[in-house]
């Protein structure tokens, strides 16, 4: 309730083209050559003294992407990306091994402060009240520079650090797990990810550990065209359960920025995995200008029995966003769930959704989908649920709801159901609906403005999502909403 | 309060004329009533003075405390003091009534330079306003209106009003749908917010409701246009005898 009102007076300081995190930092970047080839993989590899099975893995990947062909079955269009006009590793300038926040560059502190985030206050929350404590794995374009509370994790066995450090530190952990749940050829952007996969979190909870804080990782774009290629590794031992939250903003920009992560996700028995995702990357301008193009793969693997994945996400930026957190249902009695709020506003593009692939016995999916299309958006919901024949008394339940805001925008479901097995009871709802003209007045009347009134029933809609976020999530995630929508009324 | 003069409007699609001159004044306490047979124009007043954009003024011109309302905004009017209670009031799925009645008064604190309550203060308030109209804890944790019970609707309708604190109340057929012990419970809500310098419109079919707040003057309205204008015992004789002779008299 009280972010509404957060929500009202962010919206009234927010005009639709000053994006409200379009700033630039200005800390002198190193770069690697620009373009994709076999030398700037090794280079990279190099830079960041990777083993050498590594580096032939990137390599592999590299000769396989060479192959593919960009895939263009999705509901967006854009003009073709120049993946030779890219640089594949930029770093802040002095990356060296601070050993506490005093010792990193203060316009890097300053920026985050600007997005909002206390790192500071956060560690002295940190003595008061241990239960909300967020670890913060900041990554500042390509490398990590700060890590806090990494003791603590560590006395609970926790291990959350970089992708680059993990490969030093516990090389045989992201032998064992990377690319085993996104394979190297699984898609175009998972390949290219695969070959220059620049860093991103790692995080290993032992066997029968909870762990004691939600993990969080801030990523920002900042070096003008640096392609941003995140990997993400998660692994939960048997038993174990953690709660992992990803939030994105980007600066300002003419040119058009290349985002393809992976995030892998790897449940063993009996262990649960909550993912949850803000991403608000910059939309481009009011005429569709700029803006951050999106390609994601994420995908989780309940490999154990009883275990659980759940991924929560609040999309509202980017220019186009190509999407579909999965889960792979192979444990038996395991579960999935994806929540989703897209909303897509101006000239925004969204094509996203999920697959639950059922393989094991008892397993059960749920997913309800958002989607709120405003302004000239295109808005689509692509999910697919599958029950392999072994998956006896698989369980679906799938919700898309659209809202429409205004006359020129689209929302599209494109749900695929296939059952191999006649055990299994697949449910789907669909609704589509619009901000009535009635509403509108009665909001009115009690004296909301048209952008409160909009904003109370667009968080009327999306309420069933926002409740499965953490609240620090759900507070900024209503006002991201808001701001969204900003202009798509009157 | 508020002076209607020689109002004239329409259906702004179709350009279908509604209201053919309505003269109306209604001073600080004072309390009318309008009554009027189906169709005759009385909840299209309702939405003009509360700003409805659906209809046209073409002719005349209505003061609210001296400004001209017809250059205001809905939400404007609402701030300024103007609250009506829907003959139908509209469902806001997912916005518990809690969250709507905070938003609600927020706003029109804002609008008029107040800070926003503190969350006990509101709670305060709304439990207090609450318990008055029987109206539940577990019904303000429900979505606004949606599967209320159409007398629950209209107790949530005034529930509204009294937390708003309106200085002119518009009431549509705020008695319809009510059992009888709702109506004395709803009347008596809608009684205790007369005061001096509130005034109220109350539309109604029934001499039941006006048994109940009781009114200082009495209209009928027929195609627009008021007919006949007397004090409560109008009301009395309309039970008795109909429209008939008021509407033959205007034909
Ligand atoms: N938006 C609209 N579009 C079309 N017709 C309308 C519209 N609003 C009002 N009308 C018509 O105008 C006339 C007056 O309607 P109004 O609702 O004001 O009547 P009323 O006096 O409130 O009736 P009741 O006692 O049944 O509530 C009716 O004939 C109605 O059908
Ligand atoms: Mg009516």
Known sequence: MPAVQETIDQVKAIDVDQYKYGFVTDIES???????????????????????????????????????????????????????????????????????????????????????IPLREQEILAGVEPKNRVAVDAVFDSVSVVTTFKDE??????????????????????????????????????????????????????????????????????????????????????GAYVSYLEGCTAPQRDENQLHAAVVELVALDDAEIKYSTVQNWFPGD????????NFVTKRGDCRGKNSKISWTQVETGSAITWKYPSCILRGDNSRGEFYSIAVSNGYQQVDSGTKMIHLGKNTSSRIISKGISAGKSSNTYRGLVSAHRKATNARNFTQCDSLLIGQDCGAHTVPYIESKNSTAQFEHEATTSKISDDQMFYCLQRGMNEEEAVALIVNGFVKDVIQQLPMEFAVESQKLISISLEGSVG | MLEIKNLHARIAEDETEILRGIDLTVKPGEVHAIMGPNGSGKSTLSYILAGKEDYEVTEGEILFNGENMLDMEPDERAAA????????????????????????????????????????????????????????????????NVGFSGGEKKRAEILQMSLLEPKLCVLDETDSGLDIDALRVVSDGVNKLRSPNRAMIVITHYQRLLDHIVPDVVHVLSKGKIVKTGDKDLALELEKNGYADFIDAAA
Request: glycine letters at 6%.
């Open chain 2, 81 to 144: 003091g103007l609250f009506l209670a829907f003959q139908y009031p509209i469902e806001i799925p997912g916005v518990a009534t809690m969250e709507f009645l905070k938003t609600a008064m927020n706003a029109q604190r804002k609008a008029r330079g107040e800070d926003a309550l503190s969350i006990p203060d509101f709670m305060k308030r709304v439990k207090e306003a609450a318990a008055h109209l029987n109206v539940s804890m577990d019904m303000l944790k429900r979505p606004l």
């Open chain 1, 286 to 293: 009011k005429n569709g200008k700029g803006g951050i193009y």
């Open chain 1, 153 to 238: 994790l560590r006395k609970a066995g926790v291990i959350f650090c970089s992708i680059s450090e993990a490969l030093r530190e516990h090389p045989d952990l992201v032998k064992k797990y990377l690319g085993s749940v996104v394979p190297v050829t699984d898609n175009y952007y998972a390949t290219l990810n695969s070959a220059v996969f620049s860093d991103g979190s790692f995080v290993y909870v032992p066997e029968g550990v909870r762990c004691p804080m939600e993990l969080s990782t801030y990523f920002r774009i900042n070096e003008q065209n640096t392609g941003q290629f995140e990997r993400t590794l998660i692994i939960a031992d048997k």
């Open chain 1, 30 to 116: 190193e770069k690697g050559a620009k373009g994709l080839s076999e030398e700037t993989v090794r280079f990279l590899s190099a830079k960041k003294n990777e083993p050498e099975w590594m580096t032939e893995w990137r390599l592999d990947a590299l000769r396989r992407f060479q192959q593919m062909d960009e895939p263009n079955w999705a509901r967006v269009s854009y003009p073709k990306i120049d993946l030779d006009d890219l640089y594949y590793w930029a770093a802040p300038k002095s990356v060296e091994g601070p050993k506490s926040l005093d010792e990193v560059d203060p316009e890097l502190l300053a920026t985050y402060e600007k997005l909002g």
